[in-house]
C-alpha cells in the first residue's frame, strides 16, 4: 500500500523554525525575493518529479507570476468562492487528486555581506494553501498554515550568485480543511518572501511586558529576550537589561490615545526597532476592562482583500483601510479569520484600533455532515492547531493593540480547541481568549455570539437569557458578528447600539464586514461566487461589506459612522437647550471643536462656534444656544451642531467631522391648496390648470408641456440582498414571498373617471393575478392656474398579512431631465431603518450620481423626508412638493429592469427617467444573515392617504 502524500498528513509539516515575534525594523540586512518568478501549473498533484528544482533547470520556456501574488489572479486557473461547502468531497486529511499545482522558480544573488558570517533565514509569511521547497536542489521541508509564517535556515546552502529557490505549491491539503474562511479559494505565494540575515548575537524571540497600573500611572517594562540585550527607551531616560525591569510614569496606550514609546532592543549582533503600548487588559466583575475601564467596540471584521490582487495588499492599502476606519468612528478590528498581514498590527498600534487577533483556523464545512470528523475533536490534528496557535501569538505578542486572541471561527467544539486554550494561556496571561462557537465558554473569557437579535441582546444585557446559564452569565458580553452589510443596508444598527449603550455587559461588537469582495472583472465590473463557473458557489454572498470593492465608503458605512460617533446631541431646537454627552472611553473632548449654524429651508444663514467643556468620559453637559437669527413662521428653519477635529491627527486633517446632530427651530408650514381651476374635456383628453390626463385611462400625460408617465400606485421595489433573506430563516424571505403574491406583477383596473366643476377623480383596483387581495384607489386631482394636485386615498382588500416593499407612485419624464435638486435629508441614501447619516439640507446632484452601485443590482437610492423636489432638463423643469414628506427615487431604469440584473453593466440607461414618490418604505434589516426588519420599520398594508403638487418651472439659472 502507498502512503498518504504529506500534503494529506494533519501536521503542520517539516522544517520550519520555531516560531518567533515579528519586528518592522532592525540593522540586519534583509533581501526580498518578491518579484517576477518563473511558474507552471499542473492540474494534478501527484507529480513525483521535482527535477525544475535541481540548479540548471531550464525554466525560460515557463510562464511568469508576481510574487506575492495569487496564480488564479494572473491567467492561470480561476478563484472559486464558497461560503461553508468544502469545494471538494469531505474526507478528511485526503483531497482530491485533481489539485492544481503551482511550481515556483526564483533566481537570485545574495550580497556578500549578508554570507559573511552568521544565519540566513528564508522567510515566507503565506502560502496557501501549502508548500514545499528546495534550495539550490536541496529539500529544506514543507509548511501549512496559509496566513502565518514560517522561516527556514539556509545559510549553508546560499552561494553568491545564481541561487535558485523552488517552491511547488498545491492548492489543496490536509490544511484546507481547517481554513474554510468564507472567501474566494486563491492559491499561491501571497504574501513577502524574504531572506533575514542573521548576525552573530542577533535577536531571537523577544516577549515586551507592558502593562499600565491605572491607580498610581505607573507602567512596569520587562522585556524577555532569548539572546540578552538591553532596552533603551531614550524618552523615558531607560537603559534596562532584557529580563529586568522597570516601573515608572507613563502615558498609557488606549484605541482613543495610541500612545507609542520609541525603543530599541540592543543584542551583540542587532538593533530592533521597537514601539511600546503599556496598557492591562483584565476580565474584571463582568467586565472587559483596558487600564481600568469598560470598553465598548465599535468594530467590523476585515478580511484582506482587493479586487485585483485578492488577499495580497501593499502598505498604501492596509493604511487606506485604517484611515477609512477612524475617519467612519470605528474602533475595533476583528481579523477574521486568519492573522493579518503583520504590517497591519503595527498599524493598529500607530494610529489606535482595538484588534482581535484570530488564529488561522474554521472548519465550518463539517457543518454540512454533521460535524462528523471535525478536526478540533480529532487528536490527530491537535499538534496542527498548537502549531497555527504558537505561530499566530508568537509573532503578534507585542502588538499592544492585540487586546484579544481568537482561537478561529465556526470550528465547532472539541478538544483541539481546548488544548490550543491552554497552550496560550499558559504563554500570554495578559490577554483574555475569545471564541464564539462554544456556548459553554469552556475555553474563553467573554461569552460572544452571531447575529444575535436585538430582542435576545437585550436579554442577555440583563441576564435574563435562559440558554445555558452558569459560567457564561459571569462573562462580558460581545457581538463578534452583526449587522450583516450585504448589499442595500444593514439596517437595525441604531437600536443594537442604543443596547450596547444601555447595558454594562454588552460591549459592542463587530460588522460583518469591511469591504466587499467583488474581483475585477472586464465585462461584470466585479465578478462574485459562479461568475467563473464553479460548481458550487455561494453568489454574492461574498459581496457583503461597508466598503464597495474600490474601497469607496457605501451608505452603510456612512450610516454605521452616525450610529457609533463618540459624542452624543440632545436637545429642543425651539426652546434653544443643547444637551451634549461624551461616550468615548478613555479621553476628554478637548481635541475636538465644536459648531453651530441655523438654517433655513436648507440654507445656512447663521452660523458661529460653540463653547464646549473638556467633558470627562461618559459626563454631559447642558447648553443653551443662541437665540435663533431670523425668526420666520412662514419657512422651516432648525440648528445643525458638529463637532470636528480641533487639529490634524495622523488619519484625517483638522475640521474632520466627528459627529454631528439637528434640531427642529420653525416647523414646516402647510402646503397652499392647488385648487380652483375647472377641468376641460375635448374627446379623450382632459386638461385641468397645467395638465392634461387621457380620460380612457385617468393618467397624467403632460405637465406644462412635459411629457409625463403616471403617475400610478406602485408597491413593488427590486428586492434587496436583505430582503432575500436567509435560508434558514423563510418567515424573513420576503423577495420570495412577495413573489409569490404577485406584488411584482400588480395589474391596474380602472373602474371610474368622474370630472366636477373642480376635481378629476380615478378610481382603480390595483391587485395580482391568482389572488383576491388588492388595494382599492383613489386618486383625486384638483388644480390653480400653475400647479396640479394628486391626492391619494388607498384601502387594502382582503387579509393582508405580508407587508409592502413600498406605497407610493411611479412616473416617468423624458430622459433629458436627469439633475435633480430637492430639500429633504441627504446627501446619500436611506431608508426608515438606516436613515441616522441623512441630515436634512438642499442637495442637488445629477440623476446618474443619486443611484447606489451595489455589486448585485437591486433596490437603492432613496432620499427620505424629502419637502420638495425638482428635476431639469437645462430649460425646464418639473417641481413635486409632498404631502406629507415622501421618499425620493430618480434612476434611469424601472425596478423591474433593476430586479433582472445581475450585474452593474446589465443596467443600461433608457429614453426615461423613473421617479418613485413614496409615502411609505419597507425596512432594511439584515436578515441575508441576521434579523429581519424590526416591526416597527414593517410597512403594514393598511389605509392610507397622501399627495403632492405638481407644478412646471422655467430654468434660469
Known amino acids: 500500500m502507498s502512503t498518504a502524500p504529506w500534503y494529506e498528513e494533519p501536521s503542520p509539516g517539516t522544517g520550519s523554525l520555531e516560531p518567533r515575534a515579528w519586528f518592522a525594523a532592525s540593522d540586519a540586512r534583509r533581501l526580498s525575493l518578491d518579484g517576477t518568478w518563473r511558474f507552471r501549473l499542473s492540474p494534478r498533484a501527484d507529480s513525483e518529479d521535482t527535477s525544475f528544482a535541481a540548479s540548471g533547470y531550464d525554466a525560460s520556456g515557463w510562464a511568469e507570476v508576481a510574487v506575492p501574488g495569487h496564480w488564479v489572479l494572473q491567467g492561470h486557473g480561476s478563484p472559486a468562492y464558497t461560503n461553508v461547502r468544502y469545494p471538494f468531497p469531505v474526507d478528511p486529511p485526503r483531497v482530491p487528486t485533481e489539485n492544481p499545482t503551482g511550481d515556483h522558480l526564483r533566481t537570485f544573488d545574495v550580497p556578500d555581506a549578508m554570507s559573511a558570517d552568521g544565519e540566513v533565514l528564508l522567510r515566507f509569511d503565506g502560502v496557501e494553501s501549502c508548500a514545499r521547497l528546495w ?93 540578552p540585550g538591553r532596552v533603551l527607551v531614550p524618552e523615558l531616560g531607560l537603559d534596562l537589561a532584557t529580563g529586568g525591569s522597570a516601573l515608572i510614569p507613563v502615558e498609557p496606550w488606549t484605541a482613543e490615545t495610541p500612545r507609542l514609546y520609541a525603543a530599541e532592543l540592543v543584542t551583540p549582533g542587532e538593533r530592533v526597532a521597537l514601539r511600546i503600548g503599556f496598557r492591562t487588559v483584565v476580565v474584571e466583575d463582568g467586565l472587559l476592562k483596558v487600564n481600568g475601564r469598560r470598553i465598548l467596540f465599535r468594530g467590523v471584521n476585515r478580511h484582506e482583500f482587493h479586487p485585483e490582487t485578492g488577499r495580497t495588499l501593499d502598505l498604501a492599502t492596509m493604511r487606506e483601510d485604517l484611515v477609512l476606519m477612524k475617519r467612519h468612528n470605528i474602533n475595533a478590528v476583528r481579523t477574521s479569520h486568519y492573522p493579518p498581514h503583520p504590517a497591519f498590527l503595527e498599524l493598529c498600534d500607530e494610529l489606535g484600533l482595538w484588534v482581535i487577533d484570530e488564529c488561522d483556523l474554521e472548519t465550518h464545512g463539517f457543518e454540512e455532515v454533521g460535524w462528523r470528523g471535525n478536526p478540533v475533536d480529532d487528536p490527530r490534528w491537535t499538534p496542527a492547531l498548537l502549531d497555527r496557535a504558537a505561530r499566530m501569538v508568537e509573532r503578534d ?110 460591549q459592542g461588537g463587530f460588522v460583518w464586514e469591511w469591504i466587499d469582495h467583488g474581483l475585477a472583472h472586464p465585462e461584470l465590473g466585479h465578478a462574485y461566487g459562479g461568475d467563473f463557473g464553479e460548481e458550487l458557489h455561494d453568489g454574492n454572498f461574498v459581496c457583503d461589506g461597508l466598503l464597495f470593492p474600490d474601497r469607496t465608503p457605501s451608505p452603510g458605512l456612512v450610516e454605521y459612522k452616525k450610529v457609533i460617533e463618540p459624542v452624543r446631541f440632545a436637545g429642543d431646537g425651539t426652546a434653544g437647550t443643547l444637551h451634549i454627552t461624551n461616550c ?212 387594502p382588500e382582503g387579509p393582508w398579512t405580508l407587508p409592502l416593499p413600498r406605497l407610493g407612485v411611479r412616473m416617468g419624464l423624458p430622459g433629458a431631465y436627469g439633475q435633480a435638486e430637492w430639500f429633504g435629508a441627504g446627501p446619500g441614501e436611506a431608508y426608515p431603518d438606516t436613515r441616522r447619516a441623512a441630515r436634512l439640507g438642499r442637495w442637488n446632484m445629477p440623476v446618474d450620481a443619486m443611484r447606489t452601485p451595489y455589486v448585485r443590482p437591486q433596490e437603492n437610492g432613496a432620499r427620505a423626508e424629502v419637502r420638495w423636489a425638482e428635476l431639469r432638463d437645462g430649460q425646464r423643469g418639473l417641481r413635486i412638493e409632498g404631502d406629507p414628506e415622501f421618499w425620493f427615487t430618480a434612476r434611469r431604469w424601472t425596478s423591474e429592469e433593476l430586479a433582472a440584473a445581475r450585474h452593474l453593466p446589465d443596467l443600461v440607461p433608457g429614453d426615461r427617467v423613473w421617479l418613485n414618490l413614496d409615502h411609505g418604505m419597507h425596512g432594511i434589516g439584515s436578515a441575508s444573515c441576521g434579523p429581519g426588519v424590526l416591526t416597527e420599520y414593517r410597512l403594514r398594508a393598511e389605509k392610507a392617504e397622501f399627495g403632492f403638487v405638481f407644478g412646471p418651472l422655467a430654468v434660469t439659472r
Open 135 to 227: 534550495l539550490n536542489g536541496t529539500e529544506l521541508g514543507t509548511f501549512m498554515g496559509s496566513r502565518l509564517p514560517h522561516e527556514f535556515e539556509v545559510g549553508a546552502l546560499l552561494r553568491p550568485r545564481g541561487n535558485v529557490l523552488a517552491v511547488r505549491v498545491h492548492q489543496w491539503s490536509a490544511g484546507s480543511y481547517l481554513e474554510d474562511q468564507d472567501q474566494w479559494w486563491m492559491p499561491g505565494i501571497f504574501r513577502e518572501v524574504t531572506l533575514l540575515h542573521r548576525p552573530p548575537g542577533s535577536v531571537g524571540d523577544f516577549f515586551v511586558h507592558s502593562p499600565y497600573d491605572h491607580r498610581t500611572g505607573r507602567g512596569t517594562l520587562r522585556v524577555e529576550s532569548a539572546v
Open 584 to 795: 468615548h472611553d478613555f479621553r476628554g473632548l478637548s481635541h475636538l471643536a465644536f459648531d453651530w449654524s441655523y438654517e433655513v429651508e436648507g440654507k445656512a444663514v447663521a452660523s458661529g462656534p460653540l463653547a464646549v467643556p473638556d467633558l470627562a468620559p461618559g459626563r454631559s453637559v447642558e447648553l443653551r444656544l443662541d437665540p435663533p437669527p431670523v425668526a420666520d413662521a412662514s419657512r422651516e428653519a432648525y440648528w445643525t451642531v458638529r463637532a470636528v477635529l480641533a487639529h490634524d491627527t495622523p488619519w484625517a486633517p483638522r475640521g474632520h467631522e466627528v459627529a454631528w446632530s439637528q434640531f427642529p427651530a420653525v416647523p414646516r408650514p402647510a402646503l397652499t391648496p392647488a385648487t380652483g381651476t375647472v377641468p376641460v374635456r375635448q374627446g379623450h383628453r382632459v386638461t385641468l390648470g397645467p395638465a392634461a390626463f387621457d380620460c380612457r385611462t385617468g393618467l397624467l400625460t403632460e405637465l406644462g408641456g412635459i411629457p409625463v408617465d403616471g403617475p400610478r400606485l406602485d408597491v413593488w421595489r427590486a428586492p434587496t440582498d436583505n430582503d432575500a433573506g436567509a435560508s434558514w430563516a423563510p418567515e424573513e424571505q420576503y423577495a420570495r414571498r412577495w413573489r409569490e403574491l404577485g406584488l411584482d406583477r400588480m395589474q391596474h383596473r380602472r373602474y371610474g373617471v368622474e370630472l366636477t366643476n373642480s376635481h378629476l377623480v380615478v378610481r382603480s383596483r390595483v391587485a395580482p393575478a391568482a389572488s383576491d387581495l388588492a388595494l382599492r384607489v383613489t386618486y383625486t386631482w384638483s388644480a390653480d392656474g400653475e400647479r396640479v394636485r394628486l391626492t391619494m386615498s388607498v384601502t
Open 397 to 506: 505578542k507585542n502588538h499592544p493593540s492585540v487586546v484579544l486572541w481568537s482561537l478561529g471561527n465556526e470550528c465547532g467544539t472539541g478538544q483541539g480547541l481546548s488544548a490550543m486554550a491552554d497552550w496560550i494561556r499558559d504563554r500570554d496571561p495578559g490577554r483574555p481568549i475569545h471564541y464564539e462557537g462554544d456556548r459553554s465558554c469552556r475555553d474563553t473569557d467573554v461569552y460572544s455570539r452571531m447575529y444575535a437579535s436585538q430582542e435576545e441582546t437585550a436579554l442577555i444585557g440583563r441576564h435574563e437569557d435562559t440558554d445555558g446559564p452558569g459560567e457564561r452569565a459571569r462573562l462580558p458580553f460581545l457581538l463578534c458578528e452583526y449587522g450583516h452589510a450585504m448589499g442595500n443596508g444593514p439596517g437595525g444598527l441604531t437600536e443594537y447600539q442604543d443596547l450596547f449603550e444601555t447595558y454594562e455587559r454588552c
